[in-house]
C-alpha cells in the first residue's frame, strides 16, 4: 500500500431522486500539509447507502473503467473497453440483484469510502458491530514497464483484516449480453471462468475459490486479492503483484498530478476533474467518451435516457481544451491523431459522434435484460445521434487542433500539412453555417438554423485564418479571413432579438437558449459589447430555475426539461466573469461545486429543486467546466503571496 493517504468523503445518507444533496464545502487556497486527508473520516450509515444512487467513484487505466459505490461494490464495468457489453451492470438492473462484486461484512455497522489522494484508487474500509474491520482497494493498474504503458483490462480488488476477526463473503455476479446472468463457470487452481454470449471473464485470486463460487462467509485472517480481467493466466504472486502493482499505480498518477498546472484556488477539485476526464480517454485509439454510462436518465421518468459511451467531437474539444489549461497536452495529441482516422476523408461531412474504435456501427439498440437505472428504462445501446448532422462539429475539430500550432513545448507541432489537412473542414463549415442542423442539443424531431452551431463554423474559418497567419502564409490568412468576416456579421445581425434584449438558440428564432453564452468565449463578440451583457441578464432572469441554468426551457421531443444542464450553469459562471461580476460568478461556482458527489464528480444534468444529479456519469461536459471555471476564476499564485506579504 502507498503511503498517500485517502481523501475523505462527506457522508451520504439518502436518494438522489427523492431528497436534497448535501453540500460540500466550497475550496479555496490549497491544503498546506498535502499527503494528510483534508478533514477527519466520515462514518457513513451502512443502512442508508442507496447502492443505486450516483454515489459512485470512477476507476480506470484509459482501457477500461469502473463504477465502485461507498460500500465498495462494483456496479458498472463494460469489459474489455468502454463500449462493451457490461460485465458488471447492477447499475442499471433495477431490483434484480445481478452484474456486481461486492464484499458483504457480517454485521456491517459503518463504512468510509474515498479515493487515495490524487489518483484514482478508491479505498473502502467496513467495520461490523464486534469491532471487526476490513479495507477494500479497487483500482485498474497503470504504470510505466518496458518502455511502454502497461493498462491491461483489469481490475484488482484487494482485501485487508484491519482489526478483530471480520467474516466476510465474497460475491462475484457478472452479466453478459446487457442484462444476462453468467450461469456457467469453471473452477481452476487458482482462478474462475465466467462464461456467457461468447465472453469469458476470468477471476484470478488468492482466495478460497470455492467460498466465492458458493458465497460463503468465512472469517478474514490475511491479506486477499482479485484479478478480474481477460481469460490469460495470471503470472507470479497474486497477493505480492496485486500489492505492486497498486504501489506502481498510486505512483504513476500522483506524478502525473505533479506535472499539472493548477491554479492556486480549488486545486482539489481541479485534480479530481483532471483525472477524471484522463480516465475518459481510450488512449489506444485517442477517442474521448462524453461519458461511462448509457441510459441514466436526464430527469426521472423522463425517457431521456441515452448511450454516452463515444466519442463526441463537440465533448471531446471542451476535455481538451480543459487538459490543456492544466499542461496536460498529450491529450490532444492523441486526439487529433483519432480525429484523422474517423474521419478519413476530412473532405466529406463530419459525423458528431463516432465510437471510440473508428468504423464500429453506433445503431441504436434497446437492451431488454436491464430495467434500467432505478427502474427507469429503456437502456440504450448504441446512439442515433450518429445520423444527426450538427454543423458545429467543424468548429470543434479546428478549435482543438489550434494550441498545437502555438505551443513551443509539443516535439511535433503542427505546421502548413496540418493546416492543409483541417482547411477542408474549414470549407465545409463555411458551406453549412447557414444551413438547418439538429443543434448542440441534438433534437430528434426538427431542425433550425442554430446559433451555436453557425457561430462555431465562423470559428472553424477565424481561426483557420489565424493559424495560417502564425504561420507566414499571408494568401491562407486573407482566404479565410475573407470568408470569416461575412459570416460573423450575419450570425450577429439575425442571432440578435431586440424584443427580449438577447443573443437567441437560432438566426430569426424567438426561443432564447443557453449555447449563446458561449459566443463571446469562442470570440465572435467582445464580451464588453452591451448586446452580450445584456444577454446574460436575459439568460439569468429567464433561464434560471431555483438557482439553475435551464439550457432552455420550450417544450422538446419530450416536452419540457425538467433538470438543468450543468454545462450551461459553467457556460454562465464564465460568462459573468467575462463581463466582470466575478464576485457574482465565484458564489455561483461555489455552490456547484457543493453539488458533486461525495467523490468529487458530477453527472450530466441537476435537479433543480431536489438538487439530484441525473444523467450519464461521471460527465466530461461538467468535469470540464470545473477547471475551465477554476483557472478563469482563481487568485493567481503570485498575487496571493503578495497580499499575504503585505
Request: glycine share 8%.
Amino acid at each position: 500500500m502507498s503511503a498517500a493517504k485517502p481523501e475523505t468523503a462527506p457522508p451520504v445518507a439518502r436518494k438522489p431522486a427523492t431528497s436534497a444533496r448535501p453540500r460540500r464545502r466550497g475550496q479555496g487556497a490549497p491544503s498546506a500539509a498535502p499527503a494528510r486527508p483534508e478533514t477527519a473520516p466520515v462514518i457513513r450509515d451502512a443502512r442508508a447507502i442507496e447502492e443505486q444512487a450516483l454515489e459512485l467513484a470512477l476507476i480506470g487505466n484509459c482501457r477500461i473503467a469502473a463504477l465502485v459505490n461507498p460500500t465498495g461494490r462494483i456496479v458498472w464495468w463494460c469489459f474489455p473497453r468502454f463500449d462493451s457489453d457490461p460485465v458488471f451492470s447492477r447499475l442499471l438492473a433495477g431490483d434484480e440483484e445481478k452484474g456486481f462484486c461486492d464484499v458483504v461484512l457480517a454485521d456491517m455497522t459503518k463504512s468510509t469510502s474515498a479515493y487515495v489522494r490524487n489518483t484514482p484508487i478508491v479505498v473502502t474500509e467496513l467495520e461490523d458491530a464486534h469491532g471487526g474491520r476490513i479495507r477494500i482497494t479497487d483500482f485498474a493498474p497503470r504504470f510505466p514497464l518496458f518502455e511502454r504503458t502497461f493498462r491491461p483490462p483489469q481490475i484488482i480488488r484487494r482485501i485487508e483484516p484491519l482489526a478483530g476477526l471480520p467474516r466476510i463473503q465474497i460475491r462475484v455476479r457478472p452479466t453478459h449480453s446487457y442484462g444476462i446472468p453468467s450461469a456457467g463457470y469453471s473452477i481452476g487452481s487458482n482462478h474462475i471462468r465466467y462464461r456467457g454470449g461468447g465472453q469469458v471473464l476470468r477471476l484470478s485470486t488468492d482466495a478460497p475459490l470455492s467460498y466465492i463460487s458458493q458465497e460463503v462467509t468465512f472469517p478474514l485472517t490475511r491479506p486477499l486479492a482479485l484479478v478480474f480481467g481477460d481469460d490469460e493466466p495470471f503470472d507470479g504472486a497474486i497477493g505480492q503483484n496485486a500489492q505492486e502493482f497498486e504501489t506502481k499505480t498510486c505512483d504513476f498518477w500522483q506524478r502525473w498530478v505533479r506535472s499539472l498546472s493548477l491554479p492556486f484556488e480549488w486545486q482539489s477539485a481541479v485534480i479530481r476533474a483532471a483525472i477524471t476526464l484522463e480516465l475518459c480517454s481510450f488512449e489506444e485509439t485517442g477517442g474521448i467518451v462524453a461519458a461511462h454510462t448509457t441510459s441514466i436518465p436526464e430527469a426521472p421518468h423522463s425517457g431521456r435516457n441515452w448511450d454516452y459511451r463515444y466519442c463526441w467531437l463537440r465533448d471531446a474539444y471542451f476535455v481538451v481544451q480543459a487538459l490543456n489549461q492544466l499542461s496536460s497536452t498529450q491529450t490532444m495529441v492523441d486526439y487529433l491523431d483519432y480525429v484523422t482516422t474517423a474521419a478519413a476523408q476530412l473532405d466529406a461531412p463530419l459525423g458528431p459522434v463516432y465510437s471510440i474504435v473508428p468504423g464500429v456501427s453506433l445503431d441504436e439498440t434497446v437492451a431488454k435484460g436491464l430495467p434500467g437505472f432505478l427502474g427507469m428504462g429503456p437502456v440504450r445501446v448504441g446512439n442515433e445521434a450518429a445520423q444527426q448532422v450538427q454543423h458545429d462539429v467543424y468548429g470543434s475539430v479546428v478549435l482543438a487542433a489550434t494550441q498545437m500550432f502555438v505551443d513551443e513545448r509539443l516535439p511535433r507541432m503542427g505546421d502548413e500539412a496540418l493546416l492543409k489537412r483541417l482547411e477542408p473542414i474549414g470549407e465545409r463549415a463555411f458551406a453549412s453555417a447557414f444551413k438547418p442542423d439538429a443543434g448542440i442539443w441534438e433534437y430528434r424531431g426538427r431542425s433550425r438554423v442554430h446559433t451555436h452551431s453557425a457561430a462555431m463554423c465562423w470559428a472553424a474559418c477565424d481561426r483557420l485564418g489565424q493559424i495560417a497567419a502564425n504561420l507566414g502564409l499571408a494568401s491562407r490568412a486573407c482566404y479565410w479571413a475573407r470568408k470569416a468576416d461575412p459570416l460573423r456579421k450575419e450570425i450577429l445581425a439575425r442571432a440578435w432579438n431586440q424584443r427580449k434584449g438577447s443573443f437567441v438558440g437560432g438566426l430569426d428564432d424567438p426561443e432564447l437558449d443557453a449555447s449563446v453564452l458561449r459566443l463571446a468565449e469562442i470570440g465572435l463578440i467582445r464580451p464588453s459589447d452591451p448586446r452580450f451583457v445584456s444577454t446574460c441578464d436575459v439568460v439569468g432572469r429567464e433561464l434560471l430555475r431555483h438557482g439553475r441554468i435551464m439550457r432552455y426551457t420550450a417544450d422538446d421531443d419530450f416536452g419540457a426539461p425538467e433538470t438543468a444542464f450543468l454545462a450551461c450553469n459553467f457556460w454562465y459562471i464564465d460568462a459573468l466573469a467575462l463581463i466582470g461580476r466575478r464576485d457574482e460568478a465565484r458564489a455561483f461556482f461555489v455552490d456547484l461545486l457543493d453539488r458533486r458527489n461525495s467523490f468529487g464528480l458530477l453527472s450530466e444534468d441537476i435537479h433543480p429543486q431536489t438538487g439530484a444529479l441525473w444523467g450519464n456519469f461521471p460527465q466530461t461536459y461538467s468535469m470540464a467546466g470545473i477547471i475551465n471555471v477554476a483557472t478563469r476564476l482563481s487568485e493567481k499564485w503570485e498575487d496571493v503571496w503578495c497580499r499575504v506579504s503585505s
